[in-house]
């Protein structure tokens, strides 16, 4: 994009993760546009990638009306999951370490093999190999977290980290299963995985359709984060934190207590 400084937003991006300190938003005041936008997502991915990291997977955003209303964006976007963003199951992490960190449950496919673009959802059987619960950690960059369209493809998509449940083959009626959020065993969201663009399913086919408008083909074996089934809420150190899908079972992680070691 003429006269955007893609890799000086990239920087500026990636200092803020680093560091976990919020910035003000961007777009507005370097003209950056979508397309511009995800050439600066390529450009901060690239960052961790020098660092040795790996890319595992695509993460879908917005895919919920809960979540679009959240942000005030209206628009599905897509974006990179590298293996340091990975956390275990029931694993910790430490709040500290990202600004205004909120979780969401999900759903995630393990691709057998890549799907062509517009490949019908009935016929994704044979292309997704497992599927689990999932929980993902986003975390905005921005202050507030408050962003334009640009502003969070550029970051990432909210990007922070993810853990993934047990995988199981693909149950019947996946467009329309019970989704949980507990924090510290009491319900905090209550969603369905209609949710997520009427059918799972569907956000796969949008992340391929999307990302290969820029050059990026999915890849056999990656994960796939079809996007939230509820609204996001804050995490609080000490917290912890279960996704539960019907027919899927259980995704968990904790919040590191005040003063424990990360």
Known sequence: MIG???AGIAAKL????DT??????LAAETGLDVDGAYAVQTALVQRRLDRGERLVGLKMGLTSRAKMAQVGVDEVIWGRL????????????DVADFIHPRV???VAFLLDRVPEPGEPVGSFADAVRAVAPAIELIDSRYANFTFSLPDVIADNTSAGVFTIGPWSPVPDGLDNLGVLLEVDG???????TAAI???????LD???RLAGRHGVRLRSGWVFLAGAATAAVPLRPGAHVRAVVEKLGVASLRAASPGAAS
């Open 4 to 6: 955007v400084d893609t």
């Open 14 to 17: 990636g200092e803020a993760a």
């Open 20 to 25: 976990a300190t919020a910035i003000g938003q």
């Open 82 to 93: 590298t293996d340091v963003m990975r956390v275990p199951d029931g694993g910790t992490v």
């Open 104 to 106: 969401e449950p999900e």
């Open 186 to 192: 009491r319900i905090a969201q209550v969603g369905s």
């Open 197 to 203: 663009l009427g059918d799972p399913r569907r956000a």
């Open 206 to 208: 949008e992340g391929l």
